[in-house]
């Protein structure tokens, strides 16, 4: 495993349309992340989950928006009817949280991105 | 809550000058920082961190970043830069608390190395 994944590399759709994004992290990384880039601006934190449970949503995930990591693997982002202001870059990172103690500081390593265009 | 402030937003320099990306930051709370570079079409790497104890931080490709508290400060440096340094570059800070660290970016900083 040499890193985190992230397929299609680039998605072009029409306004409306449902789209849907998968993420593979490193095998043995217990927490997963996704972050939208848009142009010109630095990565925003949309939601992340340890394991299958989603922990924490930003705002900016609307009700349009889904994630889910069933087994606590791979994780999809799904975006339903599609707007032309959800044209961005969809990045993935994971990390490996360490059991008992303080909550250290765990580096995120992340995937090369979705590319997704909206017409 | 944390925020970031990149205050130049492209950086042209010539092939083996050198060359500071700034970076101030602005949290409540004690911090981590960390500098991270984008290639185009690429996801993010990792350059270096400030976790704790010395504020001269070395990481990969011979950059170093200086923690400046009183600053509130995470400068990035290099000496000596390469045409393959071209990329663009992220300042990004978490609360060194407890429980999940949510990372915030700065806008970025584009270098463009010139031969």
């Known amino acids: 495993d040499t890193g985190v994944s992230q397929d299609p590399r680039h998605k072009i759709t029409k306004r409306g349309q449902n789209v849907t994004f998968r993420c593979d992290p490193i095998?043995?990384?217990?927490?997963l992340y996704w972050y939208r880039q848009t142009l010109g601006q630095g990565p925003e934190f949309l939601t992340y989950f340890q394991n299958e449970a989603q922990l924490e949503k930003s705002r900016l995930l609307s009700d349009r928006f889904s994630a889910e990591r069933p087994k606590g693997s791979f994780s999809t982002l799904e975006i339903q009817r599609t707007e032309q202001g959800d044209s961005a870059m969809y990045l993935c990172a994971s990390s490996l949280r360490l059991a008992g103690g303080r909550e250290l500081y765990n580096e995120q390593f992340f995937g090369p991105g979705t590319r997704l265009t909206v017409l | 809550a944390q925020s970031v402030t990149q205050l130049d937003s492209q950086v042209p320099v010539f092939e083996e000058a050198p060359v500071e990306l700034r970076c101030n930051y602005s949290?409540?709370?004690?911090?981590?920082l960390f500098w991270y570079v984008q290639y185009p079409n690429q996801g993010l790497q990792l350059l270096l961190k400030?976790?704790?104890?010395?504020?001269l931080v070395k990481g990969i490709n011979g950059f170093e970043a200086e923690f400046n508290k009183s600053q509130t400060s995470f400068h990035l440096r290099k000496p000596s830069v390469h045409i393959s340094d071209t990329a663009e570059y992220f300042c990004a800070v978490s609360p060194n608390s407890g429980g999940y660290q949510k990372v915030t970016f700065g806008t970025g900083t584009k270098l463009q190395v010139i031969p």
């Open positions: 949290s409540s709370v004690s911090v981590y």
């Open positions: 400030y976790l704790s104890g010395s504020t």
């Open positions: 095998s043995e990384h217990n927490r």
